[in-house]
């Protein structure tokens, strides 16, 4: 709640990505990840284009003693979900931003992604 007592709703109603005019659900393409042999975890994120508003990120958690690359995650995705929906941009990681209580914080994720891939115009945010 601000100081004039309205609320801001947050969570995973945000996490929809509109890319390119298409409503695009971090979940389903989560669940389509987690069927890759060697993806333990997975949380999708949409970062800020210049020319479609958003794109598809996954940052991607791998099965102890796997290895596994970019182009990898993205070729398992091509022709068994829509272009669209396939992850324009793959960080592999070792664990994700979580709270304290052990909720993954998306919007952490999103922050770190701008800052890594220099997508601050994109962003709209004015550097120094």
Not at 24 to 44: G, T
Not at 47 to 73: H, N, Q, S
Not at 111 to 116: D, G, L, S, T, Y
Request: overall charge negative.
């Amino acid at each position: 709640m601000d100081n004039e007592g309205y609320y801001r709703i947050t969570g995973r109603l945000k996490d929809m990505i509109i890319r390119g005019g298409e409503n695009v659900y971090p979940r389903e393409i989560e669940e389509f990840l987690y069927s890759h042999p060697k993806i333990a975890d997975v949380q999708v994120i949409g970062v800020p284009d210049e020319r479609f508003v958003e794109e598809v990120m996954a940052w991607v958690m791998l099965k102890p003693g796997e290895t596994a690359d970019e182009e990898e995650i993205r070729e398992f995705c091509k022709g068994k979900i829509a272009h669209y929906k396939i992850p324009r941009y793959v960080k592999m990681t070792t664990e994700f931003p979580m709270t304290v209580t052990g909720k993954v914080q998306k919007f952490r994720m999103r922050e770190m992604a701008i800052e890594e891939l220099g997508l601050h115009k994109a962003a709209g945010i004015e550097t120094a």
